[in-house]
């Protein structure tokens, strides 16, 4: 009895104390990129690249589900509001959705599933194949030629794919209030704009997925660099990647949504 | 891929971020129909507010004509002071009634101005002294309750 209990401390002593390292790990990998970066902003071509790789090839997955999304909460907002008599409203509730909410918590949920995995199992095998370790033999920083420039992609993607998000959302909201159920166009823009500020929703927003991105990148780079450098490692690391992202993305959004829209 | 066409597609993906925010802004949020810059500011105190926030519109016939500034609460008169800011362009005389209404059966309260017939107009923190408070609906219904109370008598 006494060396089960003991055993449990034990235990949970070892799980803490390893969850503190890979904290203070990864505080030291985030403080490594902001030294490293003046370095990585010399050669920009290779931040572009990035940006390309997870930017650019992730439009067209945000741009088709940020449609469907507001096609979706223009067919069920409808529905729920014609019953109060208030269908103009639409609008409001499919732009503060998309702004506030689904535009950032949508787009973060995508980018770790889109380009997260694609860093993790990148730098996974980069590790696995010890190309960073010939890097620097070669007296190459792998942080300056690969880490931060994946970094400053994810944290610049992310809040333009965001935005992106939030207005093609709208387009795809309008699409089915106004073109296809007949709601008054007039009404459903200018409700809208009534009541959706630019700096308590707009602003917010944006600052919701910038903060997104960075913990989607960072909790990417992480899991790469930590993943063991075998085939397993780095598969079950790319899994941790799209778990731990996404169970972080909805509890910041908690933590930002109680701190701004009080 | 040679390093023209990535500039290019990077282009291209900070265009139509740029282009989204743009709309944002304009078509869905209030930014340009926001920018009043050339106000003046009048005070007028109310013995209830009812559920009056700042940022709440001014109407004058319907019409916007400014915004509830701030709202304090004045420990001499045990009054509410609420800051108005009126448009630049439009101007009101001394004996200017303030009323607070309530938009809708259960929308949010404005302040609406009725203009007198002074022949001073408002200036930068003048006080407007005509005010009607916001209606409590519980102090109406009671109103009422007692009303038709006494009539039965």
Redesign the interface.
């Known amino acids: 009895m006494v060396n089960k209990l003991l055993n449990f401390f034990e235990q949970l002593g070892s799980g803490f104390r390893a969850r503190l390292i890979k904290l203070g790990a990864g505080t030291r990998l985030f403080f490594l990129i902001i030294i490293y970066s003046a370095d990585s902003f010399k050669r920009i071509?290779l931040t572009?690249?990035e940006?390309?790789f997870t930017?650019?090839l992730s439009?067209v997955i945000i741009v088709v589900s940020a449609f469907f999304v507001g096609m979706v909460l223009g067919l069920q907002g409808y529905y729920t509001l014609e019953k109060y008599g208030s269908s103009e409203a639409i609008g409001v509730l499919v732009?503060l959705a998309l702004?506030r909410e689904l535009g950032p918590v949508v787009t973060a949920l995508l980018f770790a599933g889109r380009a997260g995995t694609a860093i993790t199992a990148e730098i996974g095998l980069m590790k696995a194949t010890e190309q960073l370790s010939a890097m620097e033999m070669m007296a190459v920083s792998p942080v300056a030629r690969i880490i931060a420039p994946r970094f400053w992609a994810g944290m610049i993607?992310m809040?333009?794919?965001a935005?992106?998000f939030?207005?093609?959302g709208?387009l795809g909201g309008y699409v089915i209030a106004v073109i296809i159920i007949g709601v008054d166009e007039g009404a459903f823009?200018s409700q809208?704009?009534?009541n959706?500020?630019?700096h308590n929703?707009?602003v917010d927003g944006?600052v919701k997925s910038i903060v997104f991105g960075f913990a989607c990148t960072m909790i990417a780079l992480f899991e790469g660099l930590d993943a063991p450098p075998t085939a397993e490692g780095v598969s079950r690391a790319t899994t941790r990647t799209v778990v731990i992202s996404s169970l972080a993305v909805l509890g910041l959004d908690f933590v930002l949504t109680s701190f701004m829209f009080v | 891929?040679d390093?023209i066409k990535?500039?290019i597609?990077?282009g291209?993906?900070?265009t139509?971020?740029v282009?989204?925010?743009f709309?944002?802004?304009t078509?869905?949020?209030?930014?340009t129909?926001?920018s009043i810059k050339n106000t003046y500011s009048v005070i007028a105190h109310f013995e209830n507010i009812g559920g009056l926030k700042p940022k709440a519109p001014v109407k004058s016939a319907g019409v916007v004509v400014g915004r509830v500034d701030t709202i304090i609460f004045d420990t001499n008169a045990y009054h509410a002071v609420v800051k108005i800011n009126i448009d630049g362009r439009y101007i009101f005389p001394k004996d200017t009634f303030a009323n607070i209404y309530t938009a809708g059966l259960l929308g949010e309260q404005y302040v609406a101005l009725e203009a007198g017939g002074d022949l001073e107009n408002l200036v930068a923190n003048d006080r407007i002294m005509q005010t009607q408070d916001a209606v409590v609906l519980e102090k109406l219904i009671s109103q009422f309750l007692y009303n038709s109370a006494s009539k039965e008598e």
């Open positions: 071509h572009i690249k940006i390309y930017g650019v439009l732009a702004v993607s809040p333009i794919l935005t992106i939030s207005m093609v709208i823009w809208m704009q009534a959706v500020d630019f929703d707009i944006a | 891929m390093r990535l500039d597609w990077v291209i993906l900070v139509i971020g282009i989204s925010l709309g944002l802004a078509k869905v949020g209030n930014l129909s926001n």
